[in-house]
Nanobody
Framework: VQLQASGGGSVQPGGSLRLSCTGS????????IGWFRQAPGKEREEISC????????HFADSVKGRFTVSSDNAKNTVYLQMNDLRPEDTGVYYC??????????????WGQGTLVTVSS
């Protein structure tokens, strides 16, 4: 069982990217999927999650209003749409399965992250 984040790249400030989280050996629609970011020199932080228990999307204040999350059950994929990107959004992005707001140690099935670089 593994989740794999993809879709990262380099973009100028104000640009957009869409990240994908694809499940292998797991049906994502049955679980809460979280998005995490690890900025250079900083700890990894939860920035968004899509909750199966209440069908809600949760966002960290730092990305609220700029990032959205959606899912495509047929593709077993969760997306993180990132708009109005800022240099401080630079980092490695990961997805994992768990519960919104839980400690990072309680999230499972981490895969390799995808690097997002926002720079002019």
């Amino acid at each position: 069982v593994q989740l794999q984040a993809s879709g990262g790249g380099s973009v100028q400030p104000g640009g957009s990217l869409r990240l994908s989280c694809t499940g292998s050996g797991i049906t994502l629609s049955y679980f809460t999927i979280g998005w995490f970011r690890q900025a250079p020199g900083k700890e990894r932080e939860e920035i968004s999650c899509i909750s199966t228990s209440d069908d809600k999307r949760h966002f960290a204040d730092s990305v609220k209003g700029r990032f959205t999350v959606s899912s495509d059950n047929a593709k077993n994929t969760v997306y993180l749409q990132m708009n109005d990107l800022r240099p401080e959004d630079t980092g490695v992005y990961y997805c994992a399965e768990g519960f919104c707001g839980d400690d990072e140690s309680d999230w499972d099935h981490w895969g390799q992250g995808t690097l997002v670089t926002v720079s002019s």
